[in-house]
């Protein structure tokens, strides 16, 4: 008995799984005697590839949909920033000058920092090799940042539980007692003003090395072509 596929592929015609063909050939395993060993795993080998090819197709189709649900995310998130820096600036703007152009040299000099990042990541990683290596190192790079930002986390919050009974129990000066602060008024902006700095130091670290393990093979592949090109993507880089 010959058994033959629905819609033949290329040359010699095939049956088109997600993931992978399998060859007419390949489904010829019917016309063979079942009791041979040979032929039973050539029947198993074949079930393997359909269901490795069906289980390629699932993943392709699970990966398309995290990436179209990450786009997402990341332009709700990007709105969400934007109304947030919009509703500092209108508060800034009515309490301090000083403090609007603050807040605009920050936005400024994050929006350039974006360039810079956006222009090394642009360029070739090289070769497969130095990506591999590559690879590696973002690896080491992240299982460091764990260890080391869970630890400092730690500490973080003790120290801010110290700055706040320290000036939860200090007497406040004149000049804060006549602009109406009490002592745990000024523990609590102490006390936020210290967790704020630790947190934008912390994501200031980790983006630096975010970008610089990931320029690390650019500027690799860059000394291949010249001495100028992988000069500017390490400085660029924060290198």
């Avoid at 630890?151 to 602009?179: D, G």
Wanted: net charge positive; hydrophobic share 40%; with cysteine.
């Amino acid at each position: 008995m010959m058994m033959r596929s629905r819609g033949s592929g290329e040359e010699g015609g095939g049956n088109y799984f997600p993931g992978g063909a399998v060859s007419l050939n390949e489904t010829n395993f019917m016309n063979s005697n079942f009791d041979d060993p040979e032929s039973a795993s050539k029947t198993k080998t074949f079930t393997s590839r359909i269901g490795k090819a069906a289980s390629s197709g699932n993943a392709n189709g699970k990966d398309k949909s995290s990436l179209k649900n990450s786009r997402m995310m990341n332009k709700s998130l990007k709105y969400v920033g934007v109304f947030l820096l919009l509703c500092v600036l209108a508060i800034a703007s009515r309490t301090s000058k000083t403090i609007t152009l603050v807040v605009l040299a920050s936005v400024g000099t994050l929006a350039f920092a974006k360039y810079l990042s956006m222009w090394v990541l642009e360029k070739d990683e090289g070769t497969m090799e130095m990506i591999e290596v590559a690879d590696a190192i973002r690896a080491g790079a992240s299982g460091f940042f764990s260890t080391q930002y869970g630890l400092i986390s730690k500490l973080a919050v003790v120290c801010a539980a110290f700055v706040f009974f320290l000036y939860e129990f200090r007497q406040v000066t004149p000049e804060q007692e006549k602009s109406g602060l009490t002592s745990h008024s000024v523990a609590i902006l102490t006390t936020v003003a210290f967790l704020l700095g630790a947190f934008c130091s912390g994501m200031s670290g980790y983006a630096g090395m975010w970008v610089s393990v990931r320029a690390n093979s650019r500027v690799a592949a860059a000394s291949r072509r010249g001495s100028r090109e992988p000069l500017g993507v390490a400085l660029r880089a924060g290198g």
